[in-house]
Protein backbone atom coordinates (compact mmCIF):
# COMPACT_ATOMS: atom_id res chain seq x y z
CA UNK A 1 0.00 0.00 0.00
CA UNK A 2 3.34 2.55 0.57
CA UNK A 3 4.75 1.83 -2.65
CA UNK A 4 1.15 2.04 -4.49
CA UNK A 5 0.96 5.84 -2.38
CA UNK A 6 4.66 6.87 -3.60
CA UNK A 7 3.58 8.27 -7.02
CA UNK A 8 2.12 11.60 -4.62
CA UNK A 9 -1.64 10.63 -5.57
CA UNK A 10 -4.54 10.10 -2.40
CA UNK A 11 -6.26 6.62 -2.86
CA UNK A 12 -9.02 5.40 -0.58
CA UNK A 13 -9.30 2.58 1.27
CA UNK A 14 -11.14 0.43 -1.11
CA UNK A 15 -8.20 1.01 -3.83
CA UNK A 16 -5.76 0.51 -1.31
CA UNK A 17 -7.22 -3.07 -0.09
CA UNK A 18 -7.63 -3.78 -3.75
CA UNK A 19 -3.56 -3.18 -4.24
CA UNK A 20 -2.98 -5.37 -1.45
CA UNK A 21 -5.09 -8.30 -1.88
CA UNK A 22 -6.25 -7.58 1.43
CA UNK A 23 -10.20 -7.57 3.05
CA UNK A 24 -11.43 -4.67 4.36
CA UNK A 25 -10.97 -4.85 7.69
CA UNK A 26 -7.35 -6.16 7.47
CA UNK A 27 -7.17 -2.72 4.92
CA UNK A 28 -8.70 -0.89 7.63
CA UNK A 29 -6.34 -2.27 10.79
CA UNK A 30 -3.06 -1.74 8.48
CA UNK A 31 -4.01 1.99 7.69
CA UNK A 32 -4.25 2.80 11.34
CA UNK A 33 -1.24 0.67 12.28
CA UNK A 34 0.64 3.02 9.18
CA UNK A 35 -1.20 6.25 10.24
CA UNK A 36 -0.28 5.63 14.23
CA UNK A 37 3.75 5.15 12.78
CA UNK A 38 3.03 8.55 10.76
CA UNK A 39 3.92 6.92 7.19
CA UNK A 40 0.31 8.07 6.48
CA UNK A 41 -1.60 10.73 6.31
CA UNK A 42 -5.60 11.06 5.96
CA UNK A 43 -7.59 13.79 3.63
CA UNK A 44 -11.09 14.25 4.66
CA UNK A 45 -13.22 15.20 2.11
CA UNK A 46 -17.34 14.69 2.33
CA UNK A 47 -17.67 11.24 3.18
CA UNK A 48 -14.75 10.23 1.39
CA UNK A 49 -11.25 9.92 2.85
CA UNK A 50 -7.89 10.15 1.14
CA UNK A 51 -4.47 8.54 2.17
CA UNK A 52 -1.24 9.64 1.22
CA UNK A 53 2.26 9.94 2.12
CA UNK A 54 3.23 11.38 5.26
CA UNK A 55 5.80 13.07 3.61
CA UNK A 56 9.02 13.44 1.77
CA UNK A 57 10.76 11.42 3.88
CA UNK A 58 8.73 8.90 4.23
CA UNK A 59 8.95 8.84 0.13
CA UNK A 60 12.83 9.13 0.23
CA UNK A 61 12.88 5.53 2.02
CA UNK A 62 10.66 4.21 -0.13
CA UNK A 63 12.72 4.99 -2.44
CA UNK A 64 16.10 3.34 -1.08
CA UNK A 65 14.15 0.46 -0.04
CA UNK A 66 13.02 -0.13 -3.78
CA UNK A 67 16.77 0.07 -4.67
CA UNK A 68 17.98 -2.23 -2.37
CA UNK A 69 15.35 -4.59 -3.16
CA UNK A 70 14.91 -4.07 -6.97
CA UNK A 71 11.66 -3.52 -7.02
CA UNK A 72 9.14 -0.75 -9.38
CA UNK A 73 6.38 1.72 -8.22
CA UNK A 74 2.97 0.83 -9.02
CA UNK A 75 2.19 3.54 -11.97
CA UNK A 76 -1.35 4.85 -11.62
CA UNK A 77 -3.55 4.76 -14.63
CA UNK A 78 -6.46 7.23 -14.66
CA UNK A 79 -9.81 6.38 -16.76
CA UNK A 80 -11.25 10.66 -16.99
CA UNK A 81 -11.56 11.23 -20.09
CA UNK A 82 -8.77 13.43 -21.45
CA UNK A 83 -10.81 17.01 -21.66
CA UNK A 84 -11.38 16.68 -18.35
CA UNK A 85 -8.52 15.19 -16.78
CA UNK A 86 -6.75 18.41 -17.98
CA UNK A 87 -8.81 21.17 -17.10
CA UNK A 88 -12.19 21.05 -15.54
CA UNK A 89 -14.78 23.17 -12.98
CA UNK A 90 -14.74 21.08 -9.44
CA UNK A 91 -17.93 22.96 -7.87
CA UNK A 92 -16.38 27.28 -7.97
CA UNK A 93 -12.62 26.25 -8.48
CA UNK A 94 -10.63 24.71 -11.25
CA UNK A 95 -9.54 20.96 -11.17
CA UNK A 96 -7.51 18.68 -12.89
CA UNK A 97 -3.89 18.79 -14.44
CA UNK A 98 -3.91 22.21 -14.68
CA UNK A 99 -5.12 23.33 -11.05
CA UNK A 100 -2.83 20.91 -9.90
CA UNK A 101 -0.07 22.27 -11.65
CA UNK A 102 -0.94 25.72 -10.45
CA UNK A 103 -1.13 24.22 -7.12
CA UNK A 104 2.20 23.26 -7.19
CA UNK A 105 3.62 26.25 -8.63
CA UNK A 106 2.12 28.59 -6.21
CA UNK A 107 4.48 26.26 -3.43
CA UNK A 108 6.99 26.41 -5.17
CA UNK A 109 6.97 30.40 -5.43
CA UNK A 110 6.52 29.94 -2.22
CA UNK A 111 2.81 32.13 -2.90
CA UNK A 112 1.08 29.70 -0.98
CA UNK A 113 1.90 27.68 2.19
CA UNK A 114 0.06 25.69 5.35
CA UNK A 115 -1.95 28.66 7.29
CA UNK A 116 -1.26 29.17 11.33
CA UNK A 117 -3.96 26.96 12.66
CA UNK A 118 -3.32 23.82 10.30
CA UNK A 119 -7.02 23.71 8.63
CA UNK A 120 -5.46 24.95 4.91
CA UNK A 121 -3.71 27.12 3.20
CA UNK A 122 -2.54 30.52 3.39
CA UNK A 123 -1.11 33.15 1.26
CA UNK A 124 2.58 34.99 1.90
CA UNK A 125 2.93 38.42 1.24
CA UNK A 126 4.27 37.75 -1.62
CA UNK A 127 1.86 35.72 -3.04
CA UNK A 128 -0.92 38.31 -2.11
CA UNK A 129 1.06 40.81 -4.24
CA UNK A 130 0.76 38.70 -6.97
CA UNK A 131 -2.87 38.10 -6.88
CA UNK A 132 -3.72 41.69 -6.37
CA UNK A 133 -1.71 42.55 -10.30
CA UNK A 134 -4.43 40.18 -11.23
CA UNK A 135 -7.50 42.24 -9.26
CA UNK A 136 -8.13 39.40 -7.02
CA UNK A 137 -9.09 40.87 -3.49
CA UNK A 138 -7.30 38.77 -1.12
CA UNK A 139 -8.36 40.61 2.00
CA UNK A 140 -12.16 40.57 0.67
CA UNK A 141 -11.79 36.51 -0.02
CA UNK A 142 -10.42 36.81 3.80
CA UNK A 143 -13.86 38.68 4.95
CA UNK A 144 -16.49 35.74 3.24
CA UNK A 145 -17.95 32.88 5.15
CA UNK A 146 -16.00 30.33 3.80
CA UNK A 147 -12.53 28.89 3.81
CA UNK A 148 -10.19 30.87 2.62
CA UNK A 149 -7.81 27.83 1.14
CA UNK A 150 -7.43 24.09 1.40
CA UNK A 151 -6.47 21.31 -0.23
CA UNK A 152 -8.88 19.48 -1.94
CA UNK A 153 -8.16 16.33 -3.52
CA UNK A 154 -8.04 15.64 -7.40
CA UNK A 155 -10.25 12.94 -8.13
CA UNK A 156 -8.29 12.06 -11.49
CA UNK A 157 -5.35 13.08 -10.57
CA UNK A 158 -5.00 12.05 -6.69
CA UNK A 159 -3.02 14.87 -6.25
CA UNK A 160 -4.70 18.39 -4.41
CA UNK A 161 -5.70 21.74 -6.14
CA UNK A 162 -6.72 24.74 -4.23
CA UNK A 163 -10.09 24.68 -3.14
CA UNK A 164 -12.49 27.60 -0.77
CA UNK A 165 -12.24 30.89 -1.33
CA UNK A 166 -9.51 31.47 -3.35
CA UNK A 167 -10.16 28.26 -5.64
CA UNK A 168 -13.42 30.04 -6.64
CA UNK A 169 -11.18 33.53 -7.18
CA UNK A 170 -8.87 31.86 -9.64
CA UNK A 171 -11.25 30.38 -11.33
CA UNK A 172 -13.56 33.56 -12.24
CA UNK A 173 -10.09 35.11 -12.61
CA UNK A 174 -9.27 32.81 -15.38
CA UNK A 175 -12.84 33.12 -17.07
CA UNK A 176 -13.06 36.80 -16.93
CA UNK A 177 -9.56 37.01 -18.74
CA UNK A 178 -10.86 34.46 -21.17
CA UNK A 179 -7.89 31.89 -20.12
CA UNK A 180 -10.50 29.15 -19.75
CA UNK A 181 -13.58 28.68 -21.86
CA UNK A 182 -16.27 26.31 -20.11
CA UNK A 183 -17.49 23.57 -22.34
CA UNK A 184 -21.19 23.55 -22.94
CA UNK A 185 -22.23 20.18 -22.43
CA UNK A 186 -19.78 19.14 -19.61
CA UNK A 187 -17.60 20.28 -16.58
CA UNK A 188 -14.32 20.52 -19.02
CA UNK A 189 -12.57 23.66 -18.76
CA UNK A 190 -10.72 24.64 -22.40
CA UNK A 191 -7.22 26.71 -22.20
CA UNK A 192 -6.87 29.85 -25.08
CA UNK A 193 -4.16 30.53 -26.57
CA UNK A 194 -4.25 33.69 -24.49
CA UNK A 195 -4.20 31.45 -21.31
CA UNK A 196 -1.37 29.62 -22.21
CA UNK A 197 0.57 32.73 -22.85
CA UNK A 198 -0.88 34.68 -19.55
CA UNK A 199 -1.19 32.15 -17.33
CA UNK A 200 3.20 31.16 -18.72
CA UNK A 201 3.68 34.92 -18.33
CA UNK A 202 2.30 35.31 -14.48
CA UNK A 203 2.95 32.11 -12.99
CA UNK A 204 5.81 30.53 -15.32
CA UNK A 205 7.16 27.36 -14.81
CA UNK A 206 5.02 24.41 -16.34
CA UNK A 207 1.58 25.41 -15.18
CA UNK A 208 -0.23 25.33 -18.60
CA UNK A 209 2.33 22.25 -20.34
CA UNK A 210 0.40 19.43 -21.26
Known sequence: MLYCLLDGRARTSTELGVVAEVSASTTSAH???LKEER???VLAQGKHRY?????AHVSAALEALMVVAGESAVTFVPSTPSALRY?????DHMAGRLAVSLHDRFSELQWLVGSSDGSGYDLTPAGTKALATLDIDVAGLRSLRRRFAYACVDWSERRPHIGGAL???LLACALKRNWLVKDLDSRALRVTRRGEREMHSHFGGHACSR
Open 51 to 55: YRLEG
Open 87 to 91: ARSCY
Open 31 to 33: LTR
Open 167 to 169: GAA
Open 39 to 41: LVK
